[in-house]
């Protein structure tokens, strides 16, 4: 009985003293262990020459077991006192060898496994952030691209009003500074009102309506409330401009047609025109660079929330746009 007593108040004296070493000694040396080696793994991804993070690894490796025994033997012998009663922690016997060689590995796969990790995560958010500076340059490309484009188109408008010596030319050239306000100040945002959108719009559409000679060439329709609602800058307008330049002026009225329709979840964007033929009798050519570009602003800045189809007849041409909140 009195053997056993012994041998229980022996077992639980080891237990304790497990249990000081957890929160003493073995968090120090498996700190050190991880730091270590993390960075050692990390010497991989700045060094182009892996020789040598190869060789700083081993001889870290073969650096931190000695080391380990070294500071565990120190602790118990001078500060855990209480391991007097084992035998095994007054020498530098195998078990401190074995631990140390087995923690040492243990710790080398988890530094290695979160060095992945982490740079995995930094990849990511690189690949990231040059996704979304590329799409910005390209936007801006795009819209450089646009916005010279309609200039020149309103300018030449404005030229044959003025070589014409028409009365609407003072007309125009409000129109004009109106247009001009909206692509310097408003459309280098990359969101606008809507309302300020359509003014746009307006204002467009009655300065190419100076030069066609019938009455309501174009009809425009806008159901639903345009409060509050924003769209990208000059996301309409090339359809319109098209519609515009490809469009057979002589047609009966209305020409061009043109349906904003604006619900709480969407908005849809509807126009219609009647096509041109050339002197051989072939339909004119649509497209152009405005709805290249409006294609591709549309999948940058509506990659899942639009919808955008495209009809020919052998009369008309039709586009109708949705872009989804």
């Known amino acids: 009985m009195l053997n056993q007593t012994l041998f229980s108040i022996v077992m639980m004296s080891e237990k304790s003293y497990d249990h000081f070493g957890e929160w003493t000694i073995y968090p120090v040396t498996s700190l050190l262990t991880f730091y270590v080696l993390y960075c050692c793994y990390g010497l991989f991804f700045k060094v182009k020459n892996k020789l040598i993070p190869v060789m700083v690894l081993l001889v870290s490796i073969a650096l931190l077991i000695p080391v380990r025994v070294g500071m565990e033997y120190l602790f118990w012998n001078y500060i855990g006192t209480g391991h007097s009663m084992s035998k095994e922690y007054q020498t530098v016997s195998p078990v401190f060898w074995y631990n140390s060689i087995r923690l040492v590995l243990i710790y080398g796969i988890y530094s290695l496994l979160i060095q992945l990790t982490v740079r995995w995560f930094e990849s990511q958010k690189l690949k990231s952030e040059l996704l979304l500076q590329t799409k910005a340059s390209e936007l801006a490309l795009l819209r450089s691209q646009i916005n010279p484009h309609f200039l020149f188109n309103t300018l030449n408008n404005i030229y044959s009003l003025v070589y014409k010596k028409s009365d609407d030319a003072p007309e125009a050239l409000m129109k004009m500074s109106s247009i001009m306000r909206y692509m310097l100040y408003d459309a280098t945002s990359d969101q606008v009102l809507l309302e300020k959108e359509i003014e746009y719009l307006q204002s467009f559409i009655e300065l190419e309506k100076l030069r066609v000679h019938q009455k309501n060439f174009v009809e425009m329709n806008i159901a ?75 999948e940058i800045l509506y990659p899942t929330r639009h919808k955008l189809e495209i009809t020919q007849t052998e009369v008309s041409y039709s586009v109708l746009l949705i872009i989804y909140a």
Not at 276 to 288: I, M, T, W
Request: glycine fraction near 10%; charge should be positive.
């Open 224 to 298: 639903g409330s345009i409060e509050g609602r924003i769209i990208a800058p000059m996301m309409l307008i090339p359809f319109v401009e098209n519609a515009f330049k490809h469009g057979n002026k002589t047609c009966p009225a209305p020409g061009i047609r043109i349906n904003l329709f604006i619900d709480p979840q969407w908005i849809q964007f509807e126009i219609i025109n009647c096509i041109r033929r050339n002197a051989d009798g072939r339909h004119d050519e649509v497209g152009g660079i405005g709805l290249h570009n409006i294609r591709r602003r549309l």
